[in-house]
């Protein structure tokens, strides 16, 4: 008897064909849009709570509607070309009556799945006629013939698959990986039109040929929050999303602290044995901010510029940025001043200035936002700038923050553009910083150029917990400055170091001669903020080195300074200031035990290079990385390391 | 590549509004999706219409995934319902198009063997009323216990266990057929 129900199994087993691959394909694809449209029906503020009714106006869903297609549709290129047509089409669209009748009634959502056949019928109904887009094509389409909606996305699909692997992030990874999962079907519709902003790894330097290395300080962070949210959806983030310095500068470290009435930061040196190479050292150079008496900071004006486009509707876009900025309202005094601008099709003072004391105005200035229309990023920028000045008052401080997706598509196209519309602006006084929200389109590209052009950092903002780190926690290294332009410079002395090679800060490589150009813009310096740098170094007659010696140079050095490794120097400005300062601090060559900052800050240095593939690490893998990590995690007050321990872990098993 | 990343959390995250979760969850269960849905129907074209209507309804019904089943579980049942609303339009329209009876995998088949065996199930299979079948497959194919079983179908434990032995009887009916 059970022989029989045997028989049965095993023909049922055996009854596997493969899928479709096409299907499959074109199924995915319309099953993202019906994610997308159902998203964007989910009324702000309220992620977690299911919502069944379209609580947002027609026009905006319409809106919605029309920028997913349009984004399906084209290019980077052809979107930043075309969008001020479609732009003038939505505006069309944005002045429909509101109550009108067309569009779906609301109707009850299921609470869960259930058996009984009369209302599974029901279910059918709503399912498929939800949302604005793909919904509405499949519910007139006879299930028989594919509905036209897949007719047109599969094409795109094709087309966009193939650039994959330079452009979108986590593809290269997923193309290389194994079958089973799949996932190079899922993914083309996926986070497409995210750039990162990255260059080459710097390689091997040989001393004898450039003694000099020189860079900007780096306080950003945002890279460190991309790779999470990446690992943490089970996909290895691609390396172009992977900034080492702002990884190794997202954890807080225990570094000696500034004397009081001397320079406003401190600058730690140490030399240490490199985890993955025994024949080289590892160079860690330290900046710690001065932590000013909290009670007296000057007052500040912050001026929120908010991107309250179509794309930022997302859960853990506009919704997560309003409950940031509520939580960090908490951190401000009564006597700083809070504006606020939305840009969407159209930019907009939402908030006149205000005291920060008047919590009920600006909370419901916050509760007006919706989001909806296209990035009007200049016009945007243009009034906070203009709003930060009026605010502007002897000691007093302004910033803005401009919280965004990275969606600048309309008003400027041209990235250089930008920049030099934000330098010329910067003059004013005001700071500029860039909260990144949302994966999908995040224009990390244009973030980082805009925090770095603006004097300000770029963070990226994937949770409430983040928003605790960076607004609430780090608020005062986040709003005041402490140095300006700040440049590290180091000299080695080709007696002691044969070759070295700075493991990050890529986007911040300055010129030699730039080091003394008061005129060359550079990175600030922040409250209580810390900056770590790392040189892997080889000393000279180290089997590690790579550059065999040159037949017409001479291998002569200079005499003296034997027993020095290297030569520190850092120019920084006063905020606002307009003339450097220089400090100098000789590095001693002889090597110690690495400290658990140290260990710890190597630790996510290599975990960095093994997400970059880099060829510096030979054996030494994730594991070893989270060994190395686990075992340095000290403190840790707030478990930002266990988390690191954690992810590095998650990611040596994604890789496999 | 194992996902360390288990489906409630990935599951919870996409109904957060999270797209690359969501998109990994259709990664991971695209495959076993349509599987089901094939051994439910028996017919690839329609299979793959049934999984089209299981993923694009996903969006909508995520809202009401809230964790205290395992995602696999409550992917079933969606599933399951899926195929209920699927059969009950089919058969409003026209003529009971009946899967199980017209398998085009059978034609293709070249060895032997699996011909014999296919044909085996296409006689097994088309015997069982819909809710035989569907309940078989969830036992014996995906292999859920009973209990998993009922939660997936709304049933008790009870009707699970009677349908099964109902497939038997009809196994073994047909056992004696062909005798």
């Not at chain 1, 600048?408 to 003059?427: S, T």
């Not at chain 1, 710890?600 to 690490?617: D, I, K, N, Y």
């Amino acid at each position: 008897m059970t022989d029989d129900l045997e028989t049965l199994r095993a023909a049922l087993k055996a009854a596997d064909p493969a899928p479709d691959p096409e299907r499959k394909a074109a199924t995915v694809s319309a099953a993202m849009a019906a994610f997308d449209a159902e998203k964007s029906a989910i009324p702000q503020g309220s992620p977690a709570l299911v919502r069944p009714s379209h609580s947002r106006p027609l026009g905006a869903r319409l809106i919605d509607g029309g920028i997913s297609m349009f984004h399906a549709m084209t290019s980077r290129a052809g979107l930043a070309a075309t969008t001020g047509l479609v732009t003038a089409g939505l505006a069309v669209l944005i002045i429909l009556p509101q109550d009108a009748a067309f569009g779906p009634a609301p109707k009850p959502v299921l609470p869960e799945p259930v058996l009984e056949q009369e209302e599974a019928v029901e279910a059918d109904e709503i399912l498929l006629s939800d949302g604005p887009m793909g919904g509405a094509a499949l519910e007139v389409a006879p299930m028989a013939e594919p509905a036209p909606a897949m007719e047109t996305r599969a094409p795109m699909l094709a087309k966009r698959a193939a650039p994959a692997g330079q452009e979108g992030f986590a593809m290269s990874e997923l193309a290389a990986a194994p079958p089973p999962m799949d996932m190079v079907a899922a993914l083309p519709d996926a986070p497409d039109t995210e750039a990162f902003a990255n260059e080459e790894a710097s390689g091997v330097t040989a001393v004898a040929d450039q003694p000099v290395s020189t860079f900007s300080v780096d306080v950003d962070t945002a890279s460190w929050s991309v790779i999470r949210s990446s690992l943490m959806a089970g996909v290895l983030p691609g390396r172009d999303a992977v900034r080492i310095e702002e990884m190794v500068n997202y954890f807080p470290y225990d570094y000696p602290a500034p004397a009081l009435g001397g320079a406003p930061f401190a600058p730690s040196v140490s030399l240490s044995p490199t985890p993955w190479n025994p024949d080289t050292q590892i160079l860690q150079i330290a900046l710690q901010g001065e932590m000013p008496a909290v009670s007296d900071r000057p007052p500040l004006n912050l001026v929120f510029l908010i991107d309250t486009s179509g794309s930022m509707q997302d859960a853990n876009k506009l919704p997560l940025l309003k409950q940031s900025l509520r939580l960090m309202l908490g951190e401000l005094r009564p006597e700083d001043q809070v504006a606020m601008v939305a840009y969407a099709g159209s930019a907009g003072e939402v908030l006149a200035p205000t005291p920060a004391g008047e919590r009920a105005t600006i909370l419901a200035a916050l509760d007006r936002l919706e989001a909806g229309g296209s990035t009007a990023g200049q016009a945007g920028l243009e009034q906070a700038y203009a709003l930060a000045e009026s605010m502007q008052e002897d000691g007093e401080v302004s910033r803005i923050l401009l919280a965004t997706d990275g969606d600048f598509n309309v008003g400027i196209h041209d990235p250089q553009a930008l920049e030099e519309f934000i330098a010329a602006r910067r003059e004013s006084g005001a700071f500029l910083s860039v909260l990144g929200f949302g994966r999908g389109n995040l224009d990390d590209a244009t973030m980082q150029a805009l925090a770095q052009v603006g004097n300000g950092q770029a963070a990226y903002i994937d949770t409430i917990a983040e928003a605790q780190k960076v607004l609430v926690d780090q608020l005062t290294g986040q709003l005041f400055p402490i140095a300006q332009d700040v440049k590290i410079q180091v000299e080695f002395n080709p007696a002691e170091v044969a070759e070295y090679r700075l493991i990050g800060y890529e986007t911040r490589a300055l010129r030699r001669e730039d080091f003394a150009n008061d005129k060359v813009d550079a990175g600030e310096i922040g409250a209580g903020h810390q900056v770590t740098a790392l040189y892997e170094v080889t000393p000279v007659g180290s089997p590690a080195v790579l550059n065999a010696p040159l037949r017409y140079q001479s291998a002569e050095t200079a005499d003296g300074g034997t027993g020095e490794l290297a030569f520190l120097r850092i120019r920084y400005k006063a905020p606002g200031g307009s003339e450097s300062r220089l400090i100098e601090l000789p590095i001693p060559a002889e090597p110690s035990a690495a400290s658990v900052e140290t260990r710890f800050a190597t630790a996510v240095a290599g975990f960095g290079e093994l997400l970059r593939g880099s060829v510096h690490t030979g054996d030494w893998g994730y594991a070893e990385a989270a060994d190395l990590a686990n075992g340095a995690r000290g403190a840790d007050p707030f478990g930002y390391r266990a988390e690191a321990v954690r992810l590095m872990r998650l990611a040596g098993n994604l890789a496999n | 590549m194992r996902m360390t990343t288990d489906d409630e959390a990935l599951a919870r995250a996409a109904a957060g509004g999270d797209r690359d979760a969501f998109a990994a969850l259709l990664a991971r269960h695209y495959d076993r999706l349509f599987a089901f849905a094939f051994r439910l129907i028996g017919q690839r074209a329609e299979a793959e219409d049934l999984t089209q209507d299981i993923c694009l309804a996903l969006p909508a019904k995520l809202a009401s995934f809230r964790g205290e089943a395992r995602f696999t579980t409550w992917l079933y049942r969606v599933a399951v319902n899926a195929a209920h609303d699927r059969r009950r339009r089919v058969a409003s329209h026209a003529k009971a198009a009946d899967g199980w009876g017209d398998w085009e995998i059978a034609r293709r088949a070249a060895d032997a063997e699996t011909q014999e065996a296919v044909g085996w199930l296409e006689q097994a299979m088309s015997r069982l009323k819909p809710d035989l079948r569907e309940t078989a497959v969830l036992i014996l194919a995906e292999e859920l216990t009973q209990a998993e079983a009922a939660r997936v179908l709304g049933i008790s434990e009870g009707t699970v266990a009677w349908r099964m032995s109902e497939v038997k009887k009809a196994l073994r009916a047909l056992a004696e057929e062909e005798r």
